[in-house]
Nanobody, 120 residues
Framework: QVQLVESGGGLVQPGGSLRLSCAAS????????MGWYRHAPGKERELVGA???????NYADSVKGRFTISRKYPKNTVYLKMNGLKPEDTAVYYC??????????????WGQGTQVTVSS
């Protein structure tokens, strides 16, 4: 099993910046993808971005150029740097981790979520 601890959410003005972090613990051997999702009121959960262990990065079109995902070893931490924040970015942000077969902790794991509010 893998446990995720998130931090960094809060209130920020439009145009401001914020950095979210997520640290994985437990049986972290074999972690592959780490990323972020968000869930805004009245909308479905959407993928914000993901980072593979090989260095590949993927971003939603709505955040590309403004958000950056990075990973830090050996603590298996993933960060989401958010610049030029807009009110539409307001949502609960969730960290996610994917572990693939044949590793013992194979599965898809989620954090508790952290609230990001963009408002003046």
């Amino acid at each position: 099993q893998v446990q995720l601890v998130e931090s960094g959410g809060g209130l920020v003005q439009p145009g401001g910046s914020l950095r979210l972090s997520c640290a994985a613990s437990g049986n972290i051997f074999g972690i592959n993808d780490m990323g972020w999702y968000r869930h805004a009121p009245g909308k479905e959960r959407e993928l914000v971005g993901a980072a593979s262990s090989s260095g590949t990065r993927n971003y939603a079109d709505s955040v590309k150029g403004r958000f950056t995902i990075s990973r830090k070893y050996p603590k298996n931490t993933v960060y989401l740097k958010m610049n030029g924040l807009k009110p539409e970015d307001t949502a609960v942000y969730y960290c996610s981790v994917a572990v693939y077969i044949p590793y013992a902790s194979a599965g898809h794991y989620w954090g508790q979520g952290t609230q990001v509010t963009v408002s003046s």
